[in-house]
């Protein structure tokens, strides 16, 4: 997609895209760096036969698209974020260790150690599964 830069700019992404341009310049960006640039208003988007701004042209429409576009985009990047699966023994280790109490084997806030989900288990569990884990066990613990 083709786009003029309405000043000097840099914008990167993060997904390591980057993109440097200078007040007037014109460039061919993927449409993902594209819509990010002219969403923050450090671009617009250029047809390919013309080289004036959209508002000198009197051409509400192209931004009008843009906006749409960008609104569909930042939907689709929610829909990419992927939880960690549940894991029920997990959880369940959690409970056992939370209910048991051994200040050795908690943290202060009442969360158990790394070591000890280990030793119930007999397996390391990286912590975005203890994380996940832990939230869920805490709404099967009794409220103090």
Do not use: C
């Not at 450090?42 to 192209?62: H, I, R, S, Y």
């Amino acid at each position: 997609m083709r786009i003029k830069a309405r000043d000097d700019f840099y914008h990167s992404t993060l997904t390591g895209a980057a993109l440097r341009m200078d007040k007037g310049d014109i460039k061919n960006v993927s449409e993902e760096l594209a819509l990010q640039v002219i969403a923050d208003g450090k671009a617009f988007p250029m047809e390919d036969d013309a080289d004036e701004t959209p508002e000198e042209k009197g051409n509400d429409d192209v931004v009008l698209q843009t906006e749409t576009k960008t609104e569909t985009k930042t939907e689709t990047k929610t829909e990419e974020v992927d939880e960690v699966p549940l894991d029920p023994e997990i959880v369940n280790a959690m409970v056992t260790i939370a209910e048991e109490g051994d200040e050795d084997k908690l943290t202060q806030d009442g969360k158990p150690k790394a070591f000890a989900v280990k030793d119930f288990l007999g397996y390391t569990v990286d912590s975005e599964a203890r994380e996940n884990a832990w939230h869920h066990a805490q709404k099967q613990l009794p409220k103090e």
